[in-house]
């Protein structure tokens, strides 16, 4: 396996290879990059909807099919920014999402191979950019390109994603590589391999714990989070989800797609996939297989060939090499502590946070899900899975 197979590289992981900065869209796009814009501005206003409601339809079918990926991508952040405000910014969600936004949406998204709304890859992988085009992709040289309300809490949640998500990329082409060696049984490789997994994950610990830093959780809970919820199992919404009008496929049926939301991020899946990590069925089981349909297309075959081909824990158990065993259940424990370092941040960004916001129910994830009590279950198989 090769990460380059995959449209990814050790030096960003499942980061975009493109900065968003420098991807201009054609001219039919002006009034909605406008509108993208200068978003903030029309949800403070209390009537985003009168104004995108306004917005034209470019009629960009035929666009979506053969433009660059590039193009497509970042068309995707505009839009999915675009109909998540419509639906969010205000304090009644509508019934349905208008045609000028949702035949566009729904090109976007079937040229890319994912759901017609915001993405986690549109939230955070293609959602950034260096400040300094010759330094390298850390937090004190990224900014968030799209916004809903900005400002600093917001900008820094979606920041640390994107760090971790570059941090990540030693542990995916280190995971590639694992596929090969654990065939041809080179120990010493092997060992050195998952070594400086661990200390990229030690990286991806630190950045996470510096969340609290600049983003406040009474202000996600009240001015980030609200806007980056989905259609399914929300209250809110009547009918059980959102009508895509102009969308003859979808017969003016609600559909229920999933929120944005961290698990889409593919770190773990991949590591569950490399050392055949395995979870009980339950809830969080089935919803995160659900999200798995979610992801770029060429993350979901990462984690699917990963699955495929590993034979890294077989390969493992099969000797008496204890350094070798050391290394590997310490990659296995920091996946543990990652999923406790979720588990925490969701108790005090969401769980221990009240509000009346339509939609925004501190009992359920932004994907649709009461997670307290499965992410401590999948967090405890998985330390449980030692060799």
Known sequence: MELSDYGMSRERGYLSHYEIDEVTLPAQFAPIVEAAGNLSALLTSGRVRHFLDALPDPDIGEWAITAPEEEVRTAMVHYSFIVQGYVWGEPTPPAHLPANLARPMCAIADRLGQAPLLPYSGYVLDNWYRLDKTGPVTLDNIAMYQNFLGGADENWFVLVHVAIEAEAGVLLDNAAKLVTIAKTGDEAEATRLLREMDEAWERIYAHFARMPEQCDPYIYFHRVRPYIHGWANNPALAGGGLVYKGMKRYEDKPQAFRGQTGSQSSIVPAMDALFQVGHSDDPLRQFLDELHQYRPVEHRRFIEDLAAQSTLRTFV???????????????????ARFRTRHL???????????????????DVGTGGTPFMKYLKKHRDENAAQLV
């Open 317 to 335: 158990a099969g000797t008496d090499n204890a350094e070798l065993k050391a290394a590997f259940n310490a990659c296995l424990e920091q996946s």
């Open 344 to 362: 925490e941040y969701a108790a005090s960004y969401i769980n221990k946070q009240a509000g009346s916001i339509a939609g925004n129910d501190p």
